[in-house]
């Protein structure tokens, strides 16, 4: 017995020493790689830091501030006493970076945290003073307000800014006006769907408690007169946006117009509809959206025009550090394109990047451009850290990364090519395209799938065509057609521009045309997202061979990408529109017109291109005049419209549907949901599996407001008084629900 312990205590010696053999080789070998990849160090701190807000924006519960600041505390604390050597000091350090994250997205929330609309106002008495004037590409201008009165509200309750769509003109209006309207307002729109896009998160960050249209013309009270010097800079900047705007759209009139001013001061909101669909079904919509490209055009042509310029003056070339001051002109002329095109999310990381390049020039350094780009994430995070979760800062970000990570490996591993005659040059410029096309298209992919579950066949055909045009005619036009509007001389740069820009609209149409051009997929699961996310930063991130990791977790996530389960019912907008998954496992729906917006999303994050006419006009429901039926894996779905029909459907339907209050003794089906609790949780999301014995039943019931958790942003309207608008009303205020939800 004894023999027999000392042997076990020997072997549990052995397997604990060759445990500690196996993890100190396995943290030796992690240890010598990272060492081999400490320049690259810095680029995965925004990533640590845009993890914790990921973690806070996640939360089904709003965590408390002095958690969200103690959290911060604790792994300082934790970084500090770890080894200043070795994995774990890694680990603690992206703990710290992470924590402050966190931190920065609560204190965001609570520095942003205003009134938001409790109920509905029919016919609200507001006063406040204009900040942003939008035209719209039907009629009519959408306004944002800075809401100084709302007759009938106390100041706790009103909300800090107001969005309201006003359906005809108003001549003079000029931000900075103090105005008074009569306008029908609602809280901030929810997600149309469990996991949709979710507005009201978004209005919350911009300090909007509400939306809704005008019942009158603003009336304009007094001039602009702001309060403050940052209201008087502001509304000056607005009104000098404005102003450039309408010489454009007086010189080139029409949609060429509109486009024009997209590119110019980032107003994108006269588009039509039909033009933004060829655009992003052509994947040609990164050209209407200030980027990158258009920044590095419009900086480096003042870059090239300002040291020509001082070409002309050999005293002063040879002399002087004229490239220094050629850096230092473009860079200001970069900066003030950043303020006339809005300051968007990828203007600003293309103006920081090259920002901090035409610093490195002035000052004798090299710019390193990878980091660059972590520099820029990382400010952008730290000031606005919800645009984390927005598709433009992924998609842009992604795009860059990759293409940077591509130049250096080709250049790492080919080194630098002498171009030889001009044909080499043409070819390496169109090469270039190709090349950039793809890996950018690439990098994008994953985010197009998650957030919009589609993707562009032709996109490489497009770009060959449109970005020539865009870098050659369209971007130069625009930079002359600003040094040339002081004169009063725009309109001859803009004919240059607008012809440029009749191209490119003309590509993204014949593009978009093209059989197949745009793939339908269902909405991927955030697992399979984040594991696609991940291996893309492994992949580009690190230079040493061990970066190839990062493309099994890519095949990883691409295997779990298909696997969601999808919801067999969904039922929306008070009981007025629901829809069913059919055999042939798709949707089919029953609403009414007004609906349409809320079952494009439906079909949208089905995967389904159908558009929401030709569902409705599926006669899959059998309806009388007081309800609907339909049948779904086995289960007869009820739709009360009438209570003439409640308890006939409560006695025969698995599950019930009902506009009308169901009396409490409709316990019979599998569920029962009513108006009330569809006006109050939002769309119903129902999943049905099978029994032991093949029959169908409920899975799970999502919700919006289940999906969304308690948050500031998610706090529900007033429903327990409902009030019987009338249809014109009642379709204007949806109309501008779907304006605003589409952005």
């Given amino acids: 017995m004894d023999a027999a312990r000392d042997s076990g205590r020997r072997q549990g010696s052995l397997g604990a020493a060759l445990r500690r053999i196996v993890a100190r080789g396995l943290e030796g070998g992690l240890a010598e790689r990272l060492e081999a990849e400490r320049s690259r160090w810095f680029l995965w701190l925004p990533v640590a830091f845009g993890s914790g807000i990921a973690v806070y924006f996640s939360l089904a519960a709003e965590p408390g501030t002095w958690t969200a600041l103690a959290l911060p505390v604790i792994a300082f604390g934790l970084a500090v006493a770890s080894p200043r ?28 945290r205003a009134p938001v609309l409790a109920k509905e106002m029919r016919r609200a008495d507001i006063t406040g003073v204009v900040e942003l004037v939008e035209p719209r590409a039907t009629r009519g201008e959408r306004l944002t307000i800075r809401v100084t009165d709302i007759a009938g509200l106390a100041p706790e309750a009103r909300p800090a800014r107001v969005r309201v769509r006003i359906m005809t003109k108003r001549e003079g209006l000029k931000p900075g006006d103090t105005v008074r309207l009569r306008a029908a307002l609602r809280p901030p729109a929810i997600p149309a769907l469990p996991g949709g896009y979710d507005f009201s998160r978004w209005a919350w960050f911009q300090g909007i408690g509400a939306t809704g249209y005008a019942i009158n013309p603003p009336e304009i009270v007094t001039a602009a007169d702001p309060d403050s010097l940052y209201q008087k800079m502001r509304s000056a900047l607005e009104r000098l946006r404005q102003g450039i705007a309408e010489r454009v759209r007086a010189a080139v009139p029409g949609e060429t117009g509109a486009i024009a001013v997209s590119l110019i001061t980032g107003e994108r909101g006269a588009i039509t509809e039909a033009t933004n669909d060829a655009y992003r079904d052509s994947g040609l919509v990164h050209i209407l959206s200030i980027s990158g490209l258009h920044m590095v055009i419009m900086a480096g042509s003042v870059f090239v025009t300002a040291r020509l310029v001082f070409a002309l ?32 999310i990828p203007t600003i990381r293309a103006f920081v990047m090259i920002a901090i390049m035409f610093i490195a020039v002035m000052v004798d350094r ?9 520099i820029a994430a990382l400010l952008v995070l730290v000031a606005t850290p919800e645009s984390l979760l927005d598709a433009g800062f992924q998609m842009s970000f992604a795009a860059v990364v990759s293409l940077i ?61 449109a970005v020539p045009v865009c870098n050659l005619v369209v971007m130069p036009g625009a930079l002359m057609t600003l040094v040339l509007m002081p004169l009063g001389l725009e309109a001859i740069a803009l004919k240059f521009m607008a012809f440029g820009i009749d191209a490119m609209t003309a590509t993204a149409y014949w593009v978009a045309s093209l059989p197949g051009a745009v793939g339908f997929v269902r909405e991927i699961s955030q697992v399979s997202f984040a594991l696609m996310i991940a291996g893309g930063l492994w992949l580009t991130l690190w230079r040493t ?43 089919t729906a029953i609403g009414g017109r007004a609906s349409s917006f809320e079952l494009s999303r439906w079909l949208q994050h089905d995967g389904d291109g159908r558009t929401p006419r030709d569902v409705l006009r599926d006669r899959a429901f059998r309806c009388d005049g007081t309800g609907c039926t339909a049948a779904t894996r086995g289960l007869r779905v009820a739709i009360a419209r009438h209570p003439a029909a409640i308890a006939e459907d409560c006695a025969k339907a698995d599950i019930v549907i009902s506009e009308p209050r169901p009396p409490r003794g409709c316990t019979a089906p599998m569920a029962v949901i009513d108006r009330w609790t569809l006006r109050r949780e939002g769309t119903h999301a129902i999943y049905l599996e099978q029994d032991g014995a093949g029959k169908a039943r409920i899975a799970r019931i999502e919700t919006v407001v289940g999906q969304r958790g308690a948050r500031p942003w998610t706090k529900r309207p007033d429903t327990g008084r409902h009030e019987r608008v009338i249809s014109t009303a009642r379709e204007r205020s949806r109309r501008a629900e779907r304006d605003d939800s589409r952005e």
């Fill in 85 to 112: 050597t070795g994995l774990v000091h890694l680990l603690t350090l992206a703990l710290f970076a992470a924590s402050l994250g966190f931190a920065a997205a609560k204190t965001r929330t609570e520095w942003t």
């Fill in 313 to 344: 003056f050999p005293a002063i070339a040879l002399s002087f550090p004229t490239k220094k001051w050629a850096a230092a002109t473009a860079m200001a002329g970069g900066f003030c394109y950043l303020m006339i095109s809005g300051g968007s």
């Fill in 366 to 374: 090299q710019a390193l451009a990878m980091r660059n780009v972590a």
């Fill in 405 to 465: 990570a591509a130049y250096e490996t080709i250049r790492a591993t080919s080194g630098a090519r002498d171009r030889g005659t001009w044909v080499g040059s043409v070819v390496m410029f169109f090469g270039g395209i190709v090349g950039s096309t793809i890996i950018a298209s690439l990098a994008v992919t994953p985010f197009g799938l998650f957030h919009f579950q589609r993707s562009q066949q032709y996109a490489l055909l497009a770009n060959l065509i």
């Fill in 545 to 587: 061979r061990w970066r190839a990791m990062g493309l099994a977790a890519i095949g990883g996530g691409v295997l779990l990408a298909g696997g969601g389960v999808r919801p067999d019912i969904l039922a929306g907008r008070g009981g007025e529109l629901v829809a069913v998954r059919g055999a042939d496992g798709r949707l």
